[in-house]
């Protein structure tokens, strides 16, 4: 259930809050309010931590952020810095599990359930409940589907375009697992590490990009 009073009073903070950024609009890190950057940030996670309703398994602990994401959120709307994002990079490849199996590979037909599948994670799922990728919200995949986002390239023909062997499916596994071993900061959530995904759905989501007889290939 929501809380009325909770959202009004959060609604206050951040009216106040875009009052204050305007304020320091085009004046850099500190505006004539005297509002500088980290203040603003600290007033915006104030405001989120003062209007969280936790509800079912999604509790305020949804807030704290790891250190990859408090580099990114510091970094946000501006390039990393090479060496830092090449650290990031490091870090994030080196924690990737990958499966037992000697190359990554699944079932298409169950890999394209899953990136059809935008559940799993919200108040309304049960801790324990399998989830999806919800890869359609990003990215346009087998072209049956006409409804699909673009922040994220076309994956449409990836197999046919990028091959079909070992070393793709490895990257292609990896990528899915963590996006940002490839790309620090991306803005594709990272599947495996998040524990969003299991490694067979990863590998299932691996054939529907690459298998032959997926529709993605033809
Ligand atoms: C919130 C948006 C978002 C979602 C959801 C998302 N992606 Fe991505 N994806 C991106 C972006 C942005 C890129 C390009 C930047 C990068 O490489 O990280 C990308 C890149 C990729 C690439 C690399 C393409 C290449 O040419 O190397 C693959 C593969 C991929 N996504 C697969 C998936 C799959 C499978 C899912 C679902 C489990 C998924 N993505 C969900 C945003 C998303």
């Known amino acids: 259930m929501m809380n ?3 959202i009004s009073m959060a609604g206050a903070a951040l009216i106040a809050l875009a009052v204050a ?17 980290a203040e603003a940030a600290r007033l915006a996670q104030e405001s989120m931590k003062a209007s969280f309703v936790t509800s079912g398994i999604a509790s305020i602990d949804r807030l704290t952020q790891d250190e990859l994401q408090r580099i990114c959120t510091e970094y946000a709307g ?5 060496d830092i994002a090449g650290k990031i990079e490091k870090a994030q490849l080196s924690a990737i599990v990958m499966p037992a199996t000697d190359t990554p590979n699944g079932s298409w037909q169950e890999g394209e359930k899953i990136a059809q599948n935008g559940r799993g994670l919200t108040f309304s799922d049960k801790a324990g409940d399998v989830g999806g990728g919800n890869c359609y919200a990003c990215h346009q995949i087998a072209p049956q589907e006409i409804s699909y986002g673009n922040i994220g390239p076309s994956l449409y023909n990836y197999g046919k375009l990028r091959g079909q062997g070992k070393e793709i499916a490895d990257y292609t596994y990896k990528k899915i697992y963590n996006a940002q071993a490839f790309s620090a900061c991306s803005n594709m959530p990272r599947f495996g590490h998040q524990k969003i995904l299991t ?3 990863i590998m299932d989501l691996v054939a529907l990009l690459l298998d032959p007889k997926s529709p993605v290939n033809q």
């Open 4 to 6: 009325k009073k909770n």
């Open 21 to 37: 950024l305007a304020g320091c609009a085009g004046m850099g890190s500190s505006g004539s309010n005297g509002i500088s950057d």
């Open 78 to 82: 501006k390039e990393v810095p090479k």
């Open 199 to 201: 490694q067979a759905q």
